[in-house]
C-alpha cells in the first residue's frame, strides 16, 4: 500500500481559528436545541438495569442543570488509532503493530477503524475499515523516525478524519499508542484539548514508558500526564501498552455497551468562559464523561 500522507501544513497553521470556530459553533447550535455530551455509566456488579435520568445529577460551573434525557447510543463506533513513530519511542514497530492489530479482533459488526502513525507530521496508514487482513497488511508501513508532535496529530485527526463525519456519526474515540510526548507541535495542549472536548470525541491510551523519565516540559504537561489529562478530560481511560489485549477489548465493549448520550439545556451559564461540568450518578452508578463545555457564544 502506498503512504498517502495528509495535507495538513495549511490546517495545521490555521488550527487555531479553524478549531475554535468548530467548537464554538457547535456550542452556539447544540445550545438551541440542547447540549448533547457522551456519557459512560455503569451499575456496580455489573448490573444491567436501565440507568435513567433521575440517577443522575448535572452541574455547569456549579449550578444544577436540569437534565432532559438520558438514552443508551448503540450506534456504531469510529475509532482513530494514533500510534506514535517516533525515533525514540521505547518499543518495536513489531510491538506497535501486535497493540494496533488487537482492534481488528475486538470491534463490533458496524465498528471501523482508521489508523494514523505520526512523527514530524501524521500519515494515514488505514483508511476506514473492518478488515483486519487488510488492516495488517497496512502497518507493513510503520516505521520509527523523527520526533514526536502528538498534538498536531490530534487536531489533524480530528479536523481532517473525525469532523468530516458528524453530526451524522456521534460516537467517535481516538486511541493514542504512545507516551504522550510532544517535541514541537505548533498546537498546544490546551487548544488541542479543548477542541476535542467540543466534538465530544472520546481520548483513550496505550501508555508505553515515558522515554524523558519525567523530565519537566515547558509550557505543558509532563508526557504521562498529558495522557491522564486527555483521558480525563473526554471521558477517556488510560491502559498500559503492555496490556493492549484487554484494553482492545475493554474500549471496544464500553463504547459498545455502557455509552449514553445525556442532553440538556444549559441555564445560567457564562457565554464566553470554559463552562465545567461534574456529573454524578446515583448510589452503585459509576459514571466518566468530558469535564468542559466549549463557551455558550451567543
Known amino acids: 500500500m502506498n503512504l498517502r500522507p495528509f495535507v495538513f501544513i495549511a490546517a495545521i497553521l490555521s488550527a487555531v481559528t479553524i478549531g475554535s470556530a468548530q467548537s464554538r459553533n457547535n456550542a452556539r447550535s447544540g445550545d438551541i436545541e440542547g447540549a448533547v455530551v457522551p456519557v459512560f455509566a ?20 456549579g449550578i444544577e442543570q436540569k437534565i432532559r434525557n438520558f438514552s443508551y447510543d448503540p450506534s456504531p463506533s469510529r475509532i482513530v488509532i494514533l500510534v506514535d513513530n517516533s525515533q525514540t519511542l ?27 502513525a505520526y512523527d514530524e507530521k501524521p500519515e494515514i496508514i488505514q483508511e476506514w475499515t473492518d478488515d483486519a487482513k487488510k488492516l495488517e497488511t497496512s502497518l507493513s508501513t510503520l516505521r520509527k523516525r523523527g520526533n514526536p508532535y502528538l498534538f498536531d496529530a490530534l487536531t489533524s485527526s480530528l479536523n481532517e478524519v473525525l469532523l468530516p463525519l458528524m453530526p451524522g456519526t456521534r460516537k467517535t474515540a481516538i486511541v493514542i499508542v504512545g507516551d504522550g510526548l510532544d517535541r514541537g507541535s505548533k498546537r498546544p495542549f490546551d487548544r488541542t484539548l479543548a477542541d476535542l472536548q467540543g466534538s465530544n470525541v472520546t481520548v483513550y491510551s496505550l501508555q508505553l514508558p515515558d522515554r524523558t523519565g519525567g523530565a519537566y516540559r515547558r509550557d505543558q504537561p509532563k508526557a504521562p500526564v498529558v495522557l491522564s489529562r486527555l483521558a480525563e478530560s473526554t471521558g477517556g481511560r488510560v491502559f498500559q501498552f503492555d496490556e493492549a489485549q484487554a484494553a482492545a477489548k475493554a474500549i471496544c465493549d464500553e463504547l459498545r455497551n455502557n455509552r449514553y448520550l445525556l442532553s440538556y439545556i444549559p441555564t445560567n451559564t457564562s457565554s464566553y468562559d470554559e463552562r ?7 448510589e452503585g452508578i ?9 463557551p455558550n457564544l451567543k
Open 42 to 61: 455503569y451499575r456496580a456488579g455489573g448490573d444491567k438495569k436501565q440507568i435513567k435520568v433521575d440517577d443522575l445529577f448535572l452541574y455547569e460551573n
Open 90 to 116: 521505547p518499543t518495536s514497530v513489531e510491538s506497535l503493530k501486535n497493540a494496533v492489530m488487537e482492534f481488528a479482533y475486538e470491534i463490533f459488526e458496524g465498528d471501523q477503524l482508521f489508523v494514523v
Open 276 to 282: 465545567r461540568l461534574f456529573l454524578i450518578g446515583s
Open 286 to 294: 459509576t459514571i466518566r464523561t468530558k469535564t468542559a463545555q466549549p
